[in-house]
């Protein structure tokens, strides 16, 4: 078993449309989450950190449930431009900092 | 923010030839660098793990004779691919953090190796 799973899509929604995104880890001494875009051939860049108490940034929230070791990204008012992989990413303490990726989520915003 | 700058970006090699990958933090001192394989349609892959001053640490199934990685500064990694073959073709990227665990991983372009 994968220690990051996410749902690979494709996600096809409308210009406008709200979208989410989950993910689930397997390490219970992940301690750091993060959600990363990338573009097609391109490295991956950070979108946002993911906290326990939850976070926002402008249309993107991001959500972890340490519990049932869970994470989300959601994405509102989508734009064309969101069009790309988003990966879920998390850090483990028994991994000596290296980032553990999932495999992404393949998101495509239409006109 | 911090930059990575890897090269080159893009490489074509005869089967059996060897390539190799710079990866150089420009800002900032990389202990650690980590070193990433992407398959198509596949997640990044950790490779290895490359401190400064000493030998390299490969993930499970990762052949350290194939893949030969070199971190002589705090600034330089080298990944070297001998003798590719083409199931060696895939994207490569490196990775550097900062000193904290938390902190944002600083990623370099990416080469994309095709091996002919």
């Known amino acids: 078993r994968k220690e990051v799973e996410q749902d690979p899509g494709p996600f096809n929604v409308p210009e406008g449309a709200t979208v989410a995104f989950n993910c689930t880890y397997s390490?219970?001494?992940?301690?750091?989450f993060f959600w990363y875009r990338q573009d097609c051939r391109k490295e991956p860049k950070l979108l946002m950190s993911?906290?326990?108490s939850g976070n926002e940034d402008g249309r993107f929230t991001a959500q972890l449930n340490r519990a049932s070791q869970y994470i989300s990204l959601l994405i509102r008012d989508s734009k064309l431009s969101d069009s790309a992989t988003y990966l879920c990413v998390v850090i483990s303490s028994n991994s000596g900092y290296a980032l553990n990726f999932g495999k992404g989520t393949s998101l495509l915003v239409t006109p | 923010g911090a930059v990575v700058s890897q090269h080159p970006s893009r490489v074509i090699c005869k089967s059996g030839t060897s390539v190799k990958i710079e990866c150089r933090s420009l800002?900032?001192?990389?202990?650690?660098m980590f070193w990433y394989r992407q398959f198509p349609k596949q997640s990044l892959m950790l490779m290895a793990t490359s401190n400064e001053g000493s030998k390299a640490t490969y993930e499970q199934g990762v052949e350290k004779d194939k893949f030969l990685i070199n971190h002589a500064s705090l600034t330089l990694s080298t990944l070297t691919v001998t003798s590719a073959h083409p199931e060696d073709s895939s994207f490569y990227i490196c990775s550097a953090h900062g000193t904290a665990q938390n902190t944002e991983a600083f990623f370099g372009q990416g080469t994309r190796l095709t091996v002919v």
């Open positions: 390490n219970s001494a992940s301690q750091s």
């Open positions: 993911v906290y326990s």
């Open positions: 800002d900032f001192q990389a202990t650690t």
